[in-house]
């Protein structure tokens, strides 16, 4: 299985981003959860969204990011807006076998390469 992560760059405060990840290598059931986690430098890697049939978010994105999926296309993808500094991280896609959403990230079976969000203020 792999996890392909895309869409990170550099961004105002203030702006937007929209991250991607690509499944591959196994059918994921429609239910099965995909999840983000970011980790800051010198911070441990923390839980951001997921989704199985609705999303989860960490109280620190709610109302600014919004987590989506496609099952046809085996793509999972978030939304960023009214990015802060301390939004800056690697972000990290995942996905586990099941359909209950954990933020524990010792829960999740496969992890992508990250994808790196800079956000200047």
């Known amino acids: 299985v792999q996890l392909q992560a895309s869409g990170g760059g550099l961004v105002q405060a203030g702006g937007s981003l929209r991250l991607s990840c690509a499944a591959s290598g196994r059918a994921f059931s429609s239910y099965d959860v995909m999840a983000w986690f970011r980790q800051a430098p010198g911070k441990e890697r923390e839980f951001v969204a997921a989704?199985?049939?609705?999303?989860a978010y960490a109280d620190s994105v709610k109302d600014r990011f919004t987590i989506s999926r496609d099952n046809d296309k085996n793509m999972v993808y978030l939304q960023m807006n009214s990015l802060k500094p301390e939004d800056t991280a690697v972000y990290h896609c995942?996905?586990?076998?099941?359909?209950?959403?954990?933020?524990?990230?010792?829960?999740?079976?496969?992890w992508g390469q990250g994808t790196k969000v800079t956000v200047s203020s």
């Open positions: 995942a996905a586990r076998l099941g359909k209950i959403i954990y933020s524990d990230m010792a829960k999740y079976n496969y």
């Open positions: 989704i199985n049939w609705s999303g």
